[in-house]
């Protein structure tokens, strides 16, 4: 008697032949085109690529932050691609954790409160509760005893901690990562990837990151290379 087939786990994310392209007519440029991407729940893929292939816009494009020009993102089904801007707004409030490079934070306010962001925007909780969840949160990436300290009073490798902690505190199913080590010493990258799995097997995501970095890309699941006419296993 055969043994029934493993099953697999549904995609939480699904690209079907997406192109982004810049300009119009004889003139459009072509970044990527026919990319096709499916990513679990859970599950961590890397893409990389050489510079200027897109990998950036791909990740915006999962985000919703770019509009494409052929082809679909579905998120649990459902077509962002469809969406209007204030609808996109909303949708990526509620499933998307982005971490940038360029960390994003906002300066006037403090460490806790930048983290809190994305629950205040929710209203996720009450004040209580959404205080609890960002301590938890400062605790995990090791600034538990930072909070009330604003982010010039940070260094680069707190200043990313301070950006994962934020991207994850309202446990999104998707988390989009664009070179979160690109500015960290490989002592700190290493750390700052530890934590980044870490968090992302605890929270269930699908975690998406591009990346320059041998070390990086290994740590995950897949790791994909992007270019002009698609993605595929690197």
């Known amino acids: 008697m055969s043994l029934p087939a493993a099953s697999t786990p549904p995609a939480n994310v699904q690209v079907v032949d997406l192109a982004k392209r810049y300009g119009t007519g004889a003139d459009a ?11 679990a729940a859970g599950e961590f893929v890397a893409i990389v690529g050489d510079s200027g292939v897109g990998k950036s816009t791909l990740l915006n494009c999962l985000a919703g932050l770019d509009r ?28 998307v954790g982005f971490v940038f490079q360029a960390f994003h934070v906002l300066p006037h306010l403090s460490v806790a409160q930048n983290v809190a962001l994305p629950l205040m925007l929710l209203a996720r909780g009450t004040p209580a509760e959404q205080d609890a969840r960002v301590q938890a949160m400062l605790a995990a990436v090791g600034l538990g005893d930072r909070g009330q300290r604003l982010p010039q009073q940070l260094s680069g490798g707190q200043l990313q901690r301070v950006a994962i902690a934020r991207a994850l505190v309202h446990r999104p ?14 002592d700190t990258a290493a750390r700052t990837m530890d934590l980044l799995v870490a968090q992302t097997r605890e929270a ?16 995950a699941d897949r790791v994909l290379r992007l270019t002009a006419r698609g993605i595929a296993a690197a």
């Open 29 to 39: 440029a072509t970044v990527f085109e026919q990319v096709n991407l499916e990513v």
């Open 68 to 95: 494409w020009d052929q082809g679909q993102v579905l998120h649990q089904g459902q077509d962002i691609g469809r969406l209007d801007e204030a609808g996109l707004a909303v949708w990526r409030r509620a499933h």
């Open 173 to 186: 199913a998707l988390l989009l990562a664009d070179e979160p080590t690109g500015n960290l010493d490989p």
């Open 204 to 219: 269930g995501a699908s975690l998406v990151l591009v990346t320059h970095s041998p070390d990086a890309a290994a740590r």
